[in-house]
């Protein structure tokens, strides 16, 4: 069911990873979310999967979890591969079947865009949303644009929305949730008929969910208003944002992972 679903959520098994200073973890994310997408040998995927499995394994994430981050993507990692492996023409031939043609070249690219967008998901989700609560992101993201104060830009309300988009994602999912068991008590049928007949009946979820959305939405902006919330003028922190030698000992650790992994993609080319 879609309560199943982890993306977004906060799970909190005490790793060391879990209390890393969260602006590292921002930090890492982006250069491994740049490395991700800059690598493009085989040598360096499997590099990569060993780190990203090292990470699971230091986030002490259950695999019930990982499963969970991962399952709603697949569809679209499916989607991905044959769009590749379909369209990319060149290299040598392996299969052919009247105006299909599958080549080599375009099989492995088609693979490798697949394990990208799954490992993007694992990174995003051990290095942010599993290990690090939407409050510490908004405070790390906050800590890390606040140079840009300078030049008047918003940081504080800009880093606010962020967490909040995270934080809401596990309630969309409830909801979602809620509102389609409650039109299948009332007869609607999400799973058989045409495809298009199945597009059309998702409307009745879709009008009451967006519906919800701009209701809670609401109620979220007269509670922070009736609070005298602030955005970012003179505010103090309960837990502010302190740096360890332990965060700095991970953060070299899985820096190192991806400076390795660069050199492996450019030796690989070369």
């Known amino acids: 069911m879609l309560n199943d679903i982890s993306l977004g959520r906060f799970v909190d098994t005490g790793s060391v990873l879990h209390k890393t200073d ?44 990982i499963w969970s981050s991962l399952k709603p993507i697949l569809p679209l990692a499916v989607f991905i591969f044959l769009i590749n492996v379909f369209t990319i ?15 080599d070249t375009g099989l492995m690219r088609a693979l490798l865009m697949a394990v990208r967008i799954l490992f993007l998901i ?17 405070d790390a993201l906050e800590s ?36 389609m068991k409650a039109q299948q008590s009332r007869g609607a049928d999400y ?20 519906v919800s959305s701009f209701k809670r939405a609401e109620e979220l902006a007269v509670a922070m208003d009736a609070r005298c919330y602030r955005g970012g003028t003179n505010r103090t922190k309960l837990n502010p944002l302190k740096i360890t030698g332990r965060d700095v000992l991970i953060f070299v650790l899985f820096m190192s992972g991806a400076v390795l992994l660069v050199l492996i993609e450019l030796i690989t080319r070369h």
């Open 22 to 65: 969260p602006r590292f973890k921002v930090i890492l994310y982006i250069v491994y979310l740049v490395a991700i997408f800059y690598v493009r040998s085989v040598e360096s995927m499997v590099f990569l999967f060993w780190i990203i499995l090292i990470q699971l394994i230091v986030a002490k994430i259950p695999l019930k979890t």
């Open 144 to 179: 890390l644009l606040s140079p840009l104060k300078v030049f008047n830009v918003p940081v504080h309300e800009a880093s606010m929305m962020m967490s909040i988009a995270l934080r809401f994602i596990p309630t969309l999912i409830e909801e979602t949730d809620k509102i």
């Open 89 to 103: 023409k060149t290299g040598n031939l392996i299969f052919k079947w009247k105006i299909i043609e599958v080549t």
């Open 122 to 138: 694992l990174s995003t989700s051990v290095l942010l949303t599993l290990t690090t609560t939407p409050l510490k992101i908004s």
């Open 191 to 210: 799973d058989t008929g045409t495809f298009i007949n199945r597009i059309k009946g998702y409307i009745t979820v879709l009008v009451p969910l967006f």
